[in-house]
């Protein structure tokens, strides 16, 4: 049955919904094949396996026509040097998506295949993902990153794409803040 319209209460600071919908979270484990050191990553699996993000949904339902939100906290840490990340998608019909930026200090990484973008997200900047765009959430800061993202119900989530095309740069933390690195095979 379609739902009816409601009010979604939303703490910027403490980066919540509420009514809350689900909530997924993301450890180590979850994030195979994508940081550039395995060895690293598989010793991080080891030794606690941490909690690298979480996104906590409202109750608007993944469908198509609906408009769902949600936010994203992304844990401060790094892997062999590489920021943590989200685990990064492309949607399978190409529909856009927008991010605002909440708390702390993270970018958003896009790829096309071809080029890639950052953005430089700090509370208060919206992030525009273009149809077609693959995309990555990035904390570049020293606490917690947080963003609402708002995004058509049908977008899906192709994360085999990432796996397969990468997201064309990575990013690593240096001494006096964080640097874009192009891939390599
Ligand atoms: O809709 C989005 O793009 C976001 O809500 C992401 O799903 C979220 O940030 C988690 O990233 P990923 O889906 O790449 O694990
Ligand atoms: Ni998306």
Not at 27 to 36: I, K, N, P, T
Not at 107 to 125: A, I, Q, S, Y
Not at 129 to 135: D, L, Q, Y
Request: glycine content about 12%; proline content about 9%; some cysteine.
């Amino acid at each position: 049955p379609p739902i009816s319209p409601f009010a979604i209460r939303f703490d910027a600071e403490a980066a919540t919904l509420s009514p809350e919908g689900p909530t997924l979270e993301r450890r180590m484990s979850d994030l195979e094949g994508l940081f550039a050191d395995h060895d690293a990553w598989q010793a991080a699996v080891a030794d606690g396996d941490p909690v690298v993000y979480r996104v906590q949904s409202s109750p608007v339902p993944e469908a198509d026509r609906e408009l769902p939100q949600s936010i994203t906290t992304i844990e401060r840490g790094t892997t062999a040097g590489e920021c943590w990340m989200t685990k990064g998608h492309q949607h399978p019909n190409h529909q856009g998506e927008i991010y605002l930026a909440l708390h702390g200090t993270g970018g958003l990484l896009m790829f096309d295949g071809d080029r890639v973008e950052w953005l430089d997200m700090t509370p208060g900047t919206i992030g525009y993902i273009p149809p077609g765009w693959a995309h990555r959430s990035v904390n570049v800061g020293d606490e917690p990153y947080s963003f609402l993202a708002v995004y058509p119900g049908g977008a899906g989530h192709d994360y085999g794409w990432v796996l397969e095309h990468g997201m064309g740069n990575r990013i690593h933390r240096t001494g006096d803040g964080f640097a874009l690195r192009p891939y390599s095979a």
